[in-house]
T-cell receptor, first 114, second 110 residues
Framework: NAGVTQTPKFQVLKTGQSMTLQCAQDMNHNSMYWYRQDPGMGLRLIYYSASEGTTDKGEVPNGYNVSRLNKREFSLRLESAAPSQTSVYFC?????????????FGPGTRLTVL | GQQVMQIPQYQHVQEGEDFTTYCNSSTTLSNIQWYKQRPGGHPVFLIQ?????EVKKQKRLTFQFGEAKKNSSLHITATQTTDVGTYFCAGWWYGNKLVFGAGTILRVKS
């Protein structure tokens, strides 16, 4: 089992460009999450999907959109990248929604917006 | 929204010294989780505490949940270079989403 995989690992964008971060899990988990990690600010939830077909905003959703393509895949899209979106992005999954199951994280995408 | 405060932000210790990081919430938590992130890596789940006053041990790591379920701590005895990384607590309130603290960065001098 690969666990949670993310692509790409690194990306440099210019302001205004768009891109999609991909995430997939092979653990048959129901819930998936997108976080961003900035120095001194921990992990902040961008969007999450409690189950296939549902998505909800987290703490910092502005400037992002998500798609829960199927049970395995959850993508994060930046429509018009801004320097403030320079960050490390982690996808995570857990078995149940609305419960405190442990979360399994992917390796992250390091994004720089110039 | 719900918040979890974590201190210290950064700690640099000599190998063999002990280390403690603390988490506090202004409201009663349902439970709390702890994660470790190695430099350049991703967060990895360590443990979950659920009961008031709970204490759990994993080798040199001791995790405590306060009696009021508003605070928690992670204590590492006799740190080793393999302990370096960032330690996060994450609070959970029933029906809500996990909320992460800002993390404590641990550096160990050998």
């Amino acid at each position: 089992n690969a666990g949670v995989t993310q692509t790409p690992k690194f990306q440099v964008l210019k302001t205004g460009q768009s891109m999609t971060l991909q995430c997939a899990q092979d653990m048959n988990h129901n819930s998936m999450y997108w976080y961003r990690q900035d120095p001194g600010m921990g992990l902040r939830l961008i969007y999450y999907s409690a189950s296939e077909g549902t998505t909800d905003k987290g703490e910092v959703p502005n400037g992002y959109n998500v798609s829960r393509l199927n049970k395995r895949e959850f993508s994060l899209r930046l429509e018009s990248a801004a320097p403030s979106q320079t960050s490390v992005y982690f996808c995570a999954s857990s078995f149940r929604a609305g419960a405190s199951d442990e979360q399994f994280f992917g390796p992250g995408t390091r994004l720089t917006v110039l | 929204g719900q918040q979890v405060m974590q201190i210290p932000q950064y700690q640099h210790v000599q190998e063999g010294e002990d280390f403690t990081t603390y988490c506090n919430s202004s409201t009663t938590l349902s439970n709390i989780q702890w994660y470790k992130q190695r430099p350049g890596g991703h967060p990895v789940f360590l443990i979950q505490l659920v009961k008031s006053g709970e204490v759990k041990k994993q080798k040199r790591l001791t995790f405590q949940f306060g009696e009021a379920k508003k605070n928690s701590s992670l204590h590492i005895t006799a740190t080793q270079t393999t302990d370096v990384g960032t330690y996060f607590c994450a609070g959970w309130w029933y029906g809500n989403k996990l909320v992460f603290g800002a993390g404590t960065i641990l550096r160990v001098k050998s």
